[in-house]
């Protein structure tokens, strides 16, 4: 069936370092590809999207790769601040499918 | 825009006890609503999928006779724990989606289910 694995479950940075977190998903009719962000009992925020019609997106810190022939997609997050300390959560869905399947999640920890 | 809303964001109720929780678009209409469980560090785990006006479609494990989702309007969905024991106790999460399938969901705040 669809699935989308996520690594690495932990990833443990030093402020001011970048972070990577990465996923591969199995459908290849996959074309939409959304990250969240969960704060500690907090609903998950998405935080960027990108779409099968392109390779990269990038909003200031945050940017998103997709590659789809290796169906691998990552999220690179520059200039880590504490406050990006979460859950991230990426998600692959397709237009023909109906639902959204999400990695299982990477926690951040940015030490100060 | 594509605020939603979730009530309530906390329950504490006795064994037996029969739970129903709110989730509304705000401001877009939401074809289909999604209802997840989430324990502690972990994943969000899909329980069923509604669209407006249809019979919810449960992922496998999840009881449909335990866990009621009513999807009446283009702005509303609810889902009811009925029964509920101490093991339902967890943390219930709805998202909403507009439009086409790719397109983003908007996550409610959630809601603390402790069953005693």
């Known amino acids: 069936g669809e699935n989308v694995e996520q690594h690495p479950s932990t990833l443990s940075v030093q402020e001011g370092d970048s972070a990577v977190i990465k996923c591969t998903y199995s459908d290849s009719a996959s074309n939409y590809f959304p990250w969240y962000k969960q704060e500690l009992g907090k609903r998950p925020q998405l935080i960027i999207d990108i779409r099968s019609n392109v390779g990269e997106k990038k909003d200031q810190r945050i940017a998103v790769t997709l590659n789809k022939t290796a169906k691998h997609f990552s999220l690179h997050i520059t200039e880590t601040q504490p406050e990006d300390s979460a859950v991230y959560f990426c998600a692959a869905s397709n237009t023909g499918g109906f639902k959204t399947i999400f990695g299982a999640g990477t926690r951040l920890f940015v030490k100060a | ?116």
């Not at chain 2, 479609?57 to 024991?85: C, M, P, R, W």
Request: some cysteine; charged content about 15%; proline content about 3%.
């Open chain 2, 1 to 116: 825009g594509a605020v939603v809303s979730q009530h309530p964001s906390r329950v504490i109720c006795k064994s037996g006890t029969s739970v129903k929780i709110e989730c509304r678009s705000l401001d877009f209409q939401a074809t289909t609503m999604f209802w997840y469980r989430q324990f502690p560090k972990q994943s969000l785990m899909l329980m069923a999928t509604s669209n407006e006006g249809s019979k919810a479609t449960y992922e496998q494990g999840v009881e449909k006779d335990k866990f009621l989702i009513n999807h009446a309007s283009l702005t509303l969905s609810t889902l009811t724990v009925t029964s509920a024991h101490p093991e339902d106790s967890s943390f219930y999460i709805c998202s909403a989606r507009g439009g086409q399938y790719n397109q983003p969901q908007h996550f409610g705040d959630g809601t603390r289910l402790s069953i005693l």
